[in-house]
């Protein structure tokens, strides 16, 4: 439907003012999580790489609950949100899921509701524009 590519444009005129960053989720969780296995990797790598992700100004989380729904999920998306929240750095999320569906995802409400709570939800309906169907 082009979520992300708007949550991309968004950024790229957010990035003129302040710091700004786009990763899809299931890559962040996968770099965090192998970090611990990777003995190659540096950990000062690894800090870097959340410390950038911790303090952009503007973070675009996209396909949020594209990857398993796992308890290493649910806790790494939500220390990251609440250690942006608590330093006002603004979040914006993109998933194929609703609210109540990532609730299910996850397991657990909390996060879907912090994230609810503090936000605009725009909900976005149409043809898949991969596929160039109008």
């Known amino acids: 439907v082009g979520k992300s590519r708007l949550m991309a444009s968004v950024l790229n005129e957010i990035v003129k003012r302040k710091s700004a960053a786009f990763v899809r989720v299931p ?76 609730e299910e995802f996850f397991g657990d409400e909390r996060l879907c509701s912090r994230i609810a709570g503090n936000a605009d939800v725009v909900s976005i309906v149409g043809a898949d524009m991969r596929l160039g169907i109008s």
Do not use: C, P
Request: no cysteine; charged share 30%; glycine share 6%.
């Open 27 to 102: 890559e962040l969780l996968d770099r965090m999580r192998m970090s611990g296995f990777n003995q190659s990797s540096s950990s000062s790598d690894e800090a870097e790489y959340l410390a950038m992700h911790r303090n952009v100004e503007v973070l675009g989380l996209d396909d949020v609950g594209a990857d398993k729904g796992s308890d290493y999920a649910r806790r790494t998306l939500q220390m990251l949100y609440e250690y942006r929240m608590d330093h006002g750095k603004r979040t914006i999320w993109t998933s194929n899921l609703t609210l109540s569906e990532l």
